[in-house]
Nanobody
Framework: QVQLVESGGGSVQAGGSLTLSCVAS????????RGWFRQVPGKEPEEVAR???????SYADSVKGRFTISKDNAKNTLYLQMNSLKPEDTAMYYC????????????????WGQGTQVTVSS
């Protein structure tokens, strides 16, 4: 059974930085697609960043140039470095994994952590 556990969230002022971590346990293959999503109450989850098994990355337009996704296979850990944070970045952030990137939002075909809250004040 795969478990994803996020950490690193918190409260920060606009312009500040945070680094989210997601430790994976269980049979999570290193070639899985990995992603970070965020969600605010009453809205659908928004994909923030993804890291494909070939090392390619993609980002939401709203975070390009400010966020960086990376992983350390030796530590089974996925990261999201977030710089120049804005109040609109406030959300619950979720770490995800799936055999295919197109499956990240399909709950039956993907793994999700419990989330870590990020709050950015102006």
């Amino acid at each position: 059974q795969v478990q994803l556990v996020e950490s690193g969230g918190g409260s920060v002022q606009a312009g500040g930085s945070l680094t989210l971590s997601c430790v994976a346990s269980g049979s999570l293959y290193h070639d899985y697609c990995r992603g970070w999503f965020r969600q605010v109450p009453g809205k659908e989850p928004e994909e923030v960043a993804r890291l494909d098994d070939d090392g390619s990355t993609s980002y939401a337009d709203s975070v390009k140039g400010r966020f960086t996704i990376s992983k350390d296979n030796a530590k089974n850990t996925l990261y999201l470095q977030m710089n120049s944070l804005k109040p609109e970045d406030t959300a619950m952030y979720y770490c995800t994994a799936a055999a295919e990137c197109g499956w990240l939002l399909l709950r039956s075909y993907s793994y999700w952590g419990q989330g870590t809250q990020v709050t950015v004040s102006s």
